[in-house]
């Protein structure tokens, strides 16, 4: 089993990965193709989804490690 301190540390990897990949969409579709649909929602959205998914799994994870604890 991880430590909080792993799943944590994991969670901010991947909010920052989908953070900078998302800004870097944008910008290519805002300098390149701004006159067209705005294709990074797509991105946005599906990652969006697996990382809520992400902060839940660390949440009940860390709630499962506290009760087990004592």
């Known amino acids: 089993m991880k430590s ?3 799943r944590t540390w994991g969670l ?3 909010v920052l990965c ?3 990949a998302n800004v870097v969409q944008v910008m290519v579709w ?3 193709d701004s006159n067209h649909h705005f294709w990074p929602v797509w991105s946005i959205v599906a990652w ?3 990382l809520a998914f ?3 799994g660390a ?3 860390s ?3 506290h009760r087990h604890r004592y």
Do not use: K, M, N, Q
């Open 48 to 50: 969006g989804i697996g």
């Open 4 to 6: 909080e301190a792993a």
């Open 54 to 56: 992400h902060v839940r």
């Open 12 to 14: 901010r990897i991947h």
């Open 63 to 65: 709630r499962v490690s």
């Open 30 to 32: 805002w300098l390149f």
């Open 59 to 61: 949440s009940s994870a």
């Open 18 to 20: 989908y953070v900078v």
